[in-house]
């Protein structure tokens, strides 16, 4: 009982922040599509993010689950993007036009901001403790096939609204999960954190390096 207290306790220690790294407290984030990096966030102008059904807040490790998140767009986000130069469109209906009406290609390795309004869609997983150089689990960091993993990609139309991916993670300690998506020249990512622990049933205290800057 002991054990399980403490264990409870740790979990919630670790999972207790609320904000990513912007002060507003929301889950999600936006980036320029060149040059991305921990600070130079961007207003997402009226895209939104958010977990329909998101990772769990434990998860034993090699244990497949799924997330399913939303992207949404409100008027004012295609008259933010062309004035922003995030879509090559003259005006917000032909952007809107674009996103809720032109197929993308059926290869998501084909899909292109030219060519598809979602162009990129998956899962990052960033094991915190093994993130050498700290900071957050951006989506401008590779897929090193050890530490850092990265789901298939998917493609679609800004209409489909949900978005749907199984994950496994390996890692044990706490991990940052975001959903990554491209839109024009825009990164957009939502996050959470799930605490791995050892199939075998073994609590493990890790060093863990979590992000403490919220602030751009």
């Not at 933010?80 to 005006?91: H, L, P, T, W």
């Not at 998501?108 to 899962?123: E, F, G, L």
């Not at 044990?172 to 990164?187: C, F, P």
């Not at 050892?198 to 609590?203: E, M």
Request: hydrophobic letters at 40%; one cysteine or more; aromatic letters at 10%.
């Amino acid at each position: 009982m002991a054990l399980r207290t403490a264990t409870s306790f740790y979990l919630c220690f670790l999972l207790g922040v609320n904000c990513w790294h912007d002060l507003d407290n929301t889950e999600y984030d936006c980036w320029p599509l060149n040059g991305p990096n921990d600070y130079n966030m961007i207003s997402c102008g009226g895209l939104e993010m958010a977990w329909v059904q998101r990772p769990p807040e434990k998860i034993s490790n090699g244990e497949e689950f799924n997330v399913s998140y939303t992207v949404t767009a409100s008027d004012s986000f295609y008259e933010y993007a062309v004035r922003n130069k995030i879509f090559q469109f003259s005006n917000a209906s032909e952007a809107k036009r674009f996103c809720h009406e032109h197929d993308c290609p059926a290869n998501w390795n084909n899909a292109n901001d030219m060519n598809c309004c979602v162009y990129h869609a998956n899962i990052h997983s960033c094991p915190l403790g093994l993130m050498k150089e700290g900071g957050i689990c951006g989506p401008w960091i590779p897929d090193d096939g050890k530490i850092v993993t990265h789901t298939v990609s998917q493609a679609g139309k800004m209409s489909q609204k949900y978005w749907n991916s199984k994950v496994v993670l390996i890692h044990v300690g706490v991990t940052s999960v975001i959903a990554h998506v491209k839109i024009g020249e825009m990164h957009a990512a939502l996050e959470s954190k799930v605490l791995v622990v050892s199939a075998q049933g073994q609590f493990l205290f890790v060093d863990i390096l979590i992000p403490t800057v919220c602030s751009k």
